[in-house]
């Protein structure tokens, strides 16, 4: 089983709103990402956790806010974001961060809109 | 940090035709991806390889690490091969490992 799980799909939010974006792998992997991919463009990356600490922070804006609660679960946090927010959010994970042991593997997504 | 360019940016094919994507990197890296994304969004992994040659049915993929580039061959392309093929590169920091996208290609399969 090679499957990332992301929910929603689709999620329309006010700037004035709070909500989750959540992530799961039941791969065994130790490292799992945050993606944010704007149209046309590729992904870029805004977080990355290692066994469950924050190893990577792309100096990501403080209204996007990571939780890693256990090694098998990821959430994005999201309060009073902007219109240009408004994107594909993809989580990822692969076995380690080592470096050999780098494959990732991405959820489908979620399609952000801010309005 | 690490420039990782891909060619051609757009690419048409008739069904049938054979494809040559290719990726090229600026440093050494410690692997190399290829993804497909579908038009749901949705990043499928074509191939894990730092090095060497793969092939899985009409795809295959060759990475020359000490030159510094990947290719991706497409054989008797098919509509459902469209959508916007990705290299992606792994590098290691301080801080741990990215994975760093090319710009990718479109690529179109006309009937």
Redesign the interface.
């Known amino acids: 089983d090679?499957e990332v799980t992301q929910t929603p799909k689709h999620l329309v939010m006010g700037m004035t709103n709070k909500k989750s974006l959540k992530c799961e792998q039941h791969m065994g992997h130790r490292?799992m990402?945050w993606y944010k991919?704007k149209a046309k463009?590729?992904?870029?990356?805004m977080f990355?956790y290692?066994y469950e600490k924050l190893?990577?922070n792309e100096s990501v804006p403080s209204r996007f806010s990571p939780e890693c609660p256990n090694s098998s679960l990821l959430n994005l946090h999201l309060h009073a974001l902007q219109p240009e927010d408004s994107a594909?959010y993809?989580c990822?994970s692969s076995p380690t961060?080592?470096?050999?042991d780098?494959?990732?593997?991405?959820g489908?997504?979620t399609?952000l809109t801010v309005v | 940090g690490i420039q990782v360019e891909q060619s051609p940016p757009d690419l048409i094919l008739q069904e049938g035709a054979n494809s040559t994507l290719r990726c090229n990197f600026s440093d050494s890296v410690?692997?190399l991806?290829w993804?497909h994304q579908n038009p749901?969004?949705?990043?499928i992994?074509l191939f894990?390889i730092?090095s060497g040659t793969k092939q899985n049915g009409r795809l295959s993929a060759t990475t020359v690490a000490t030159e510094r580039y990947s290719l991706l061959y497409i054989s008797s392309s098919q509509t459902t091969d469209s959508g916007v093929y990705?290299c992606?590169v792994?590098i290691?920091g301080t801080?741990?490992?990215?994975?760093?996208?090319?710009?990718?290609t479109q690529l179109t399969v006309n009937p």
Do not use: C, D, H
């Not at chain 1, 463009?41 to 990356?45: H, I, Q």
């Not at chain 1, 780098?102 to 991405?106: D, G, L």
């Not at chain 2, 801080?95 to 990718?104: D, K, N, Q, V, Y």
């Open positions: 090679t490292a990402y991919q463009k590729p992904p870029e990356l990355v290692s190893s990577i594909l993809l990822a961060m080592a470096r050999r780098t494959e990732a593997f991405f489908q997504g399609r | 410690n692997n991806q993804f749901w969004g949705q990043l992994n894990y730092p990705f992606a792994v290691r801080s741990g490992s990215r994975l760093t996208f090319g710009e990718g």
